[in-house]
Each structure stands twice: as structure tokens, then as C-alpha cells.
């Protein structure tokens, strides 16, 4: 794909739970970073070619901009008087104040304030929500926000949640010769006893001589659950090649 602001390849999927299931078959190659699916293994092949991999998510694309867009265009059509400039400025310091909110909780903050004057403000341009990801209809799962900054923080950490929660309800198993990456150190499981809640490791620091390091069984497992220790694999550029 060449555009404007990214030369490389796009990768297409079907749904984030697609890439879920394939993650915990192939934990190696797909990887949530900030909200976002990373391949790292491909993007360590295109280091220094100016080339760039992204995914295409069908399912995260225009099918709730659309029903949105026709949800206020049909008010918009019914609606014959403007907000006035008063509860307008009530309702834009109370979404400054919190920064991320609800239209229902936003609702409950002022009771001269319909779900209508709502869909007026956000028709308008004076509110900001998620049109591509939450219905204006649903207003209890409908946020508006502060900024575009605090938005994109919002909707990556959602997807994070949604992510970790679905790639973690089963970890993959800690066994003997399990190697992973902590920054720039290499960690190889050299013995565990979950009975006695212990972890020996070998880490691997650049050219550093390995040292043996002492775990406990569940903080090493929170960290494989948070990511904080990402397992490895050997990858060859054949199977890159094979698997794009």
C-alpha cells in the first residue's frame, strides 16, 4: 500500500478476535502493543527499508459511522431550535471536568439536559464521541470526551482490556525451556515448582555473561499475563515468508 503518510504492506483481518485466536496459537508473531496489533518478527525484516506493516481490522471500520451518522441525520431532520448557549457551556464544562463520561452519566449531571440537546451537540461539532466504535444510541456504552488526545487514550486502552482479557483467560503454559524477552534481556526458564512457588532463570544481557536469577512462581506468571515478559521464539525468515 502506498498513500500519503505510509509506504509497506497491510495485513487484513476479520476481527480482533481473529488475531486473538491466531495469537494464542502463534504467540510469537502477533503481539497487542498500545491498542494496536504488531507483528514483530516482520517488522524486524523491514527495520531500515523505509517499509512499514500495519493490520486492517474489517470489523473496526465504517459500519457504526454509518448507523451514527444516519441516527442524528434523522433528528437533525425533526429538530427545529438550537441548544441555548447556557446549557451548552454547562454541559461542555461538566465533559472538561471528567474528562471521559457517558451520555448517560452526563445526563444525570443536569437535569434541564435531554438525551436530544445531547445528539444536537454532537450533530453539531460541539461534542466529541467514538462514531466509529460506540452507538449514540446505546447512551450508557456512548462516552463523549475532553479532546482527541484523551479519546485516543480511551479507545486504546479499551481495546487493550478487551484484548488482554480474551488473549489471557488462558496463559500459555510456563514450562522448562520457555525463553522470553524482558527490554533488551533474554530470560530462559530453567526449573519451576508452582508447590513451592519458585522460578530459576538464566538472563541473557547483551554480551554480559548469563547470570541465574530467583523468582517467585505467580509474580513470574503475572508478569507472562502482562506482558511485561513476552515469549520468544526462533523465527526464520523463511517461515516470515511463508506465514505473510
Request: with cysteine; hydrophobic share 35%.
Amino acid at each position: 500500500m502506498i498513500s500519503k503518510d505510509f509506504i509497506g504492506f497491510i495485513q487484513c483481518k476479520d476481527s480482533d478476535e481473529t488475531i486473538i485466536k491466531l495469537s494464542q496459537k502463534h504467540p510469537g508473531r502477533y503481539q497487542l502493543e498500545d491498542g494496536d496489533w504488531m507483528y514483530p518478527a516482520i517488522d524486524e525484516v523491514l527495520e531500515g527499508t523505509g517499509l512499514g506493516h500495519k493490520f486492517f481490522i474489517r470489523n473496526r471500520e465504517k459500519t457504526i459511522r454509518i448507523d451514527n451518522a444516519c441516527h442524528v441525520a434523522d433528528f437533525m431532520r425533526g429538530r427545529s431550535s438550537a441548544v441555548d448557549e447556557e446549557r451548552q457551556e454547562a454541559v461542555l464544562k461538566t465533559v472538561r471536568e471528567q474528562q471521559v463520561i457517558s451520555v448517560s452519566d452526563l445526563l444525570g449531571y443536569h437535569d434541564s439536559v435531554k438525551v436530544d440537546d445531547i445528539l444536537w451537540m454532537v450533530g453539531q461539532g460541539r461534542l466529541l464521541a467514538d462514531l466509529d466504535n460506540e452507538r449514540l444510541s446505546r447512551p450508557a456504552k456512548c462516552h463523549l470526551f475532553a479532546s482527541d488526545e484523551v479519546k485516543r487514550s480511551f479507545i486504546n486502552k479499551q481495546r487493550s482490556m478487551v484484548a488482554s482479557d480474551l488473549l489471557f483467560s488462558n496463559v500459555h503454559e510456563i514450562k522448562v525451556g520457555n525463553q522470553y524477552r524482558h527490554g533488551d534481556s533474554y530470560w530462559r526458564v530453567l526449573s519451576l515448582d508452582a508447590p513451592s512457588n519458585s522460578v530459576m532463570v538464566e538472563v541473557i544481557t547483551g554480551n554480559d555473561q548469563p547470570r541465574i536469577d530467583h523468582y517467585s512462581y505467580s509474580n513470574f506468571t503475572l508478569q507472562v499475563k502482562t506482558g511485561a515478559l513476552r515469549q520468544v521464539y526462533v523465527i526464520t525468515i523463511g517461515a516470515i515468508k511463508r506465514h505473510r
